[in-house]
């Protein structure tokens, strides 16, 4: 019994440093997106870009090649993420903007078999690029379909050099709102999942005791 009661009050500490943990990441990345909008040259070339930090739209050339990474807009549709690239720091380095976003066809479609419209921002914010995981699909690159940040891939498609492109952050468009990884989680949840553990613990103990006191171990004495 001893080796599950230290685990069940382990995980249910886990979790409540999670809840302070997130409460931290929170108020810091709000912290962070009220600031005033840099440029895109202050944040890159000067060494303040932050996650959530704003950014000062900077012109996009309307003949430049896009790269389309699989992604989901404010409402939840799937569809593709639009971005093309812009120069920075005196043309040293390339960075992806996000521009607009391709709802899938089966995805958008409303009740009346209409294509529903999807949210255009117009802040920009910078964002982690996604990156690969173990159950990220492969990318088409012919068909332009991607899944994660592949510096060699988008740069054939953009025809750019790949050793320019940010590999760092990319400017997402955004409505204000913290990002997925931040949300998907509340602390409110991991408030929840350590009263559970807990409350585990102490149907154990009552399991515990309730067995010995049958057993004749354990007597109430007056």
């Known amino acids: 019994m001893l ?9 249910g500490s886990w979790q409540l440093d999670r809840r302070a943990w997130k409460i931290e990441l929170l108020a810091d990345y709000a912290a962070t997106a009220e600031a005033e909008p840099i440029s895109l040259d202050q944040g890159l070339c000067a060494g303040r870009a932050e996650i959530g930090r704003r950014v000062v739209p900077p012109a996009a050339d309307p003949e430049a090649d896009t790269v389309r990474v699989s992604g989901r807009n404010a ?28 709802g899938l066809e089966t995805a958008t479609r409303a009740d009346d078999g209409a294509l529903t419209e999807t949210d255009a921002f117009t802040q920009l914010r910078f964002e982690t690029p996604l990156g690969q995981g173990p159950f990220t699909p492969p990318a088409n690159a012919d068909a ?45 949840r991991h408030l929840a999942y350590a009263i559970t553990w ?17 057993a004749g171990r354990l007597t109430w004495r007056g």
């Open 144 to 188: 332009n379909e991607f899944y994660a940040f592949d510096a060699q891939a988008f740069a054939e498609v953009l025809n750019v050099e790949a050793a320019r492109l940010n590999d760092q952050y990319w400017l997402a468009l955004s409505d204000g709102a913290p990002p997925a990884y931040l949300t998907q989680t509340p602390p409110e």
């Open 75 to 102: 409402q939840g549709v799937p569809g593709w993420r639009l971005f093309r690239p812009v120069r920075a720091c005196d043309g040293a380095q390339l960075v992806l903007m996000e521009t607009g976003f391709e």
């Open 3 to 11: 080796p599950a009661l230290a685990l069940l009050i382990w995980l």
């Open 198 to 214: 807990f409350a585990m613990m102490l149907a154990l103990l009552a399991v515990y005791f309730a067995y010995h006191i049958q």
